[in-house]
């Protein structure tokens, strides 16, 4: 059984950073991409960050220049660095993985930007 668990949510006021981490575990033998998902409240879950194992990170254009995505395939984690955060960057952040041919989801970290 593959789990993926994050960490690193919570509120941060406008213009502020956080910083989430997301962890796999259980039986893995082979990782393909990791990533962060987020869906805010009546909203479509979308794309935050992905990066595939020995690939290019892509980005959605509401991120691009502020969050940074990292990997450490040696620990099997995904990291997202969010600066200069916004109101509208109010979401559920979900860690995605492709693990093992198949799709896995965190249970995912609310992360609010307020003043």
């Known amino acids: 059984q593959v789990q993926l668990v994050e960490s690193g949510g919570g509120l941060v006021q406008p213009g502020g950073s956080l910083r989430l981490s997301c962890a796999a575990s259980g039986t893995i033998v082979r990782i393909d991409a990791m990533g962060w998902y987020r869906q805010a409240p009546g909203k479509e879950r979308e794309l935050v960050a992905r990066?595939?194992?020995?690939?290019?990170?892509s980005y959605g254009d509401s991120v691009k220049g502020r969050f940074t995505i990292a990997r450490d395939n040696a620990k099997n984690t995904v990291s997202l660095e969010m600066n200069s955060l916004k109101p509208e960057d109010t979401a559920v952040y979900y860690c995605y993985a492709e693990i093992n041919w198949g799709p896995y989801w965190g249970q995912g970290t609310q992360v609010r930007v307020s003043a």
């Open positions: 990066m595939p194992t020995g690939g290019s990170a």
